[in-house]
């Protein structure tokens, strides 16, 4: 067992909000400078940039797992994590048949670019990513799940886009090991869960910014749950980075 | 006016029956965050939404509204009107857009304080 620094939201350039400059390198470059050990890419409803941020992260010796954060039909933003790169692509591709067919607008939105490995760009994403999935919040969560993955509710206390501000409450039957927060603490309406935090980045420089250290055996799904249970010795802490990009 | 008068007057299609639709409506709230209409929905209020998921049976709850009018043809689904049953709470669907929607009954309040 050991600490993984983990930094679990972090948008690459297919996302429109994300910077140009979130390639694969600039991420892995991000995450080795501010000593994380674990990473996650989540475009808006797309896992597509995930496996070239892999390849990278493994080269450099950061473990990775491959997320996306859908946005689902009541307008929450939903983080799905997977190990395996097949599972995320399956689930990335049903759920692009659920984004309403309307093209992005670059100028308004941003660009949506897919890169390789040497920031070359090798495809634009046509179709608005930043847009709601016709699925519910407990059918998506449901998906994810059925898929091998584990969903967790982005900056819950965001409003918009925060499952409390749209939802009001968690919904009855839904369980959530884990949520993140952009505040201090998750809202009493999220109690059940445990606190996450990322930097949900749109620039390198945002990489790391807050993370959470997971005491766990490995970096997997499975050891997340636990952790997010504080089961068999696992455990989870938040840590804000200082300015020096030293965890504090 | 009650919540059956005014359902009758607007020709809405009452999705939750067994509900008590003789409550007085005494104005309307537009919104489609369950935050802000737990934070400001006030009791006996109808709700204009195209929120239909199964919280807003809840919020109706807690605020005390007089009902919930699902705008733009959009229906709940069977389980949400099965919790709603449960909750005594009553849930239309009007063809209308929320737009049209809070100018009729609007209007139609207006007209009965005349």
């Known amino acids: 067992m050991r600490d993984f620094a983990a930094d679990l939201h972090i948008h690459t350039c297919l996302s429109p909000c994300g910077e140009l400059a979130m390639s694969p390198r600039a991420i892995v470059s991000a995450a080795v400078s501010r000593k994380l050990d674990l990473i996650a890419v989540t475009d808006h409803n797309t896992s597509r940039m995930t496996e070239v941020v892999a390849r990278e992260a493994a080269r450099c010796g950061i473990a990775f797992l491959h997320g996306l954060e859908l946005q689902t039909e009541e307008d929450v933003h939903l983080l799905a994590y997977f190990e395996d790169a097949a599972a995320a692509r399956g689930f990335s591709d049903r759920i692009y048949d659920l984004l309403p067919d309307r093209a992005n607008v670059p100028d308004v939105f941003g660009d949506q670019v897919a890169v390789d490995e040497h920031e070359t760009i090798v495809c634009t994403e046509h179709r608005l990513l930043l847009n709601s999935l016709r699925l519910g919040f407990e059918a998506a969560v449901a998906w994810i799940t059925e898929a091998g993955g584990l969903a967790v509710p982005a900056h819950v206390d965001r409003v918009p886009y925060g499952l409390v501000a749209q939802l009001g409450m968690v919904p009855e039957g839904v369980d959530l090991p884990l949520a993140e927060a952009d505040g201090n603490a998750l809202p009493p309406e999220c109690r059940k869960s445990a606190l996450m935090w990322s930097s949900d980045a749109h620039t390198p420089d945002a990489v790391g910014r807050r993370f959470t250290v997971f005491h766990i055996a490995a970096p997997t799904v499975a050891e997340l749950l636990k952790a997010a249970r504080s089961e068999h010795g696992r455990s989870l802490h938040v840590v804000r980075a200082s300015k020096s990009g030293d965890a504090s | ?114």
Not at chain 2, 83 to 105: N, Q
Request: proline residues 2%.
């Open chain 2, 1 to 114: 006016m009650t919540l059956q008068e005014l359902a009758t007057a607007l020709e809405w299609d009452v999705q939750c029956v067994g509900a008590d639709l003789d409550v007085a409506v005494l104005g309307g709230y537009c919104g489609d965050l369950l935050s802000h209409a737990l934070a400001t929905a006030k009791p006996g209020e109808v709700w204009i939404t195209i929120q239909h998921h199964a919280n807003i049976v809840a919020v109706a709850q807690v605020t005390g509204l007089a009902g919930i009018a699902l705008a733009g043809g959009v229906r709940a689904t069977d389980a949400v009107v099965e919790r709603a049953r449960e909750a005594g709470v009553p849930i239309f669907s009007s063809a209308d857009s929320a737009f049209i929607l809070a100018a009729k009954i609007h209007h139609a309040l207006r007209s009965e304080a005349r």
